[in-house]
């Protein structure tokens, strides 16, 4: 697979990445450990070499099993993980102070099996703890060696700024997809400006854009779309707009919706990786399949037209949640 340099840091990687959050967590119950240890394994074997883990999956055993998974070619790959909730518990709020920080690191090395984290991220910005001292913290760790690359997540402009001033920022790890388009408006443009990467997470809208989920689609009782506004039924019905214009590009260029999806994002910059999850093979394949599919200026411009015409339903997060992002 083509590799991409995330911004000016000097860290390649595939791409597509790896998200392999769903695989135990937040989308239903997840698949066996051994499964998602193969599945991990298989998209190695088709050129992924980004693999993006938090301590808040699971909590802690999404790590462990891309530890598991990673072992054979632990030094082939970029191991992506997080810190900033509160006990590693999403529900808990954020705890970006500096002894957590390091616990944190410290903890995920272990789980991971490795020696250092190839790229850190702040999983959310932490009101209570300036900036500063979350990128001073980072810097420490790297001049320790357990850490290479230092990343902020839904992060917005100013923060990103402030933190880069202190230890240069390889990555921004936020939504964007056909369906979130805000981070072009002032985000893409400052991470170009100041040599930074960009990593999509969720760049299939949590599955939407595969075309695979309608209004009656009926989610496992523990699955996270059951909160979210963009999910509701109403909103899954108003939303199919923009699935049927996507499909009726897909068709002519004889590819499927999601990987039209992903090749849109993949035309956005050359430092734009987007990070799709998974849990079955046939759909990895689908997924990777899309970065050999090359939008002509005039595929972008019909996308883009016909993007214009559709109002996208329904929040993405539900309002206490939507508060932790872009700050």
Known sequence: MEKRALGRSGLEVSALGFGCMGLNFAYGPGIERQAAVSLIR??????????????????????????????????????????GFKDGDATKGMDSRPERIRAVANAALARLRTDRIDLFYQHRVDPAVPIED???????????GKVRHFGLSEAGVETIRRAHRVQPVTALQSEYSLWWREPEKEILPALEELGIGFVAFSPLGRGFLT?????????????????????????????????????????????????????????????????????KEHRLRENIGAAAIALTPDDRQRIGDALAKIEIHGDRYPAQLAATAGR
């Open 211 to 279: 075309g695979t989920i309608d209004a009656e689609t009926a989610f496992a009782t523990n699955d996270f779309r059951n909160r979210l506004p963009r999910f509701s039924p109403e909103s899954r019905q108003a939303n199919q707009a923009l699935v049927e214009a996507v499909r009726s590009i897909a068709e002519s260029k004889r590819a499927t919706a999601a990987q039209i999806a992903l090749a849109w994002l993949l035309a956005q910059r050359p430092w734009v990786v987007p990070i799709p999850g998974t849990t």
């Open 42 to 83: 298989a998209a190695f074997d088709r050129g992924v070499t980004l693999f993006d883990t938090a301590e808040a999956y699971g909590p802690l055993t999404n790590e462990e099993l891309v530890g598991e998974a990673v072992g054979p070619f632990r030094d082939q790959i970029t191991v992506a993980t997080k810190f």
């Open 134 to 144: 979350v990128a001073g913290t980072v810097k420490e760790l790297i001049r320790e």
